[in-house]
């Protein structure tokens, strides 16, 4: 199997542990999200729960809906065999990671860790979204290669959550922090740290014109 191949069939089988993970969590769990919540001191703006919960699960829904579409969309054979869907499938994400955006907006005020976690949710509302509509805008122009690019920087984003929660524990229990501490360094962390993988990913894949990196 090829390095592409192996990228490409890992990345599916992250997204797909990932989701069965957040559906157990969600629907299963804490459904009503008592353990995460409880995180949540000193906040500046009350908290309406089923608001809240509401916006929440809709936040989830679609990005779970996000990761699927955008590995859909970096499968070379589907994109080869499927180009109408493959465009259709591209806006759909397009809308998936606005409607991710806007849910996150909603939330940010209420972020565990304070209002620095705030402000950094508030720069990834604007940021992933951004890198979206350049790799729209790039595939219009019929810059394919800059269109790759572009989805794979705004498709690492899809990755947020489960970065934040991977590096929550590390610090937890490598360093002792508190969770609401070891949440707000993971926020920090995370949002370069997906681009500079990002940028990994394109080195190592992107180095043929007009390829992505799925199955041929």
């Known amino acids: 199997m090829s390095k592409s191949k192996l990228s490409y069939v890992l990345m599916l089988a992250i997204v797909a542990i990932f989701i ?8 299963i769990q804490d459904p009503e999200a008592a353990v995460f919540l409880g995180s949540k001191t000193n906040l500046n703006h009350p908290l309406n ?9 809709v936040h989830v829904v679609f ?25 259709l499938n591209g806006y759909w994400y397009l809308v998936t990671v606005m409607l991710v955006g806007l ?3 909603y939330m940010a005020p209420y972020a565990t860790g304070g209002r620095g976690v705030s402000i950094a949710f508030n720069v990834l509302t604007m940021l992933w979204p951004a890198f979206t509509v350049i790799a729209i805008l790039q595939i219009r122009k019929k ?6 690019k572009w989805m ?3 498709y690492a984003y899809c990755f947020t959550n489960l970065t934040v929660h991977l590096l929550t524990s590390f610090f937890q229990a490598s360093a002792g922090w508190s969770y609401a501490d070891s949440y707000r360094v993971s926020v920090y962390m995370t949002i370069p740290l997906l681009y500079f993988i990002a940028e990994i990913v394109i080195r190592m894949v992107m180095k043929k014109p007009q390829r992505t990196f799925g199955p041929t």
Do not use: E, P
Not at 49 to 57: F, H, I
Not at 67 to 81: E, K
Not at 143 to 148: A, D, F, V
């Open 63 to 87: 990005a779970c809906i996000g990761m699927v579409s955008g590995a859909v969309n970096f499968s070379d054979r589907f994109r080869r065999t499927n180009r109408k869907f493959h465009r």
């Open 20 to 27: 069965l993970y957040i559906a157990f969590v969600q629907w």
């Open 152 to 154: 794979i920087r705004s």
């Open 49 to 57: 729960k089923n608001l809240w919960l509401t916006v929440m699960r």
């Open 103 to 105: 849910t996150s907006g």
């Open 143 to 148: 810059r394919i290669q800059s269109h790759q």
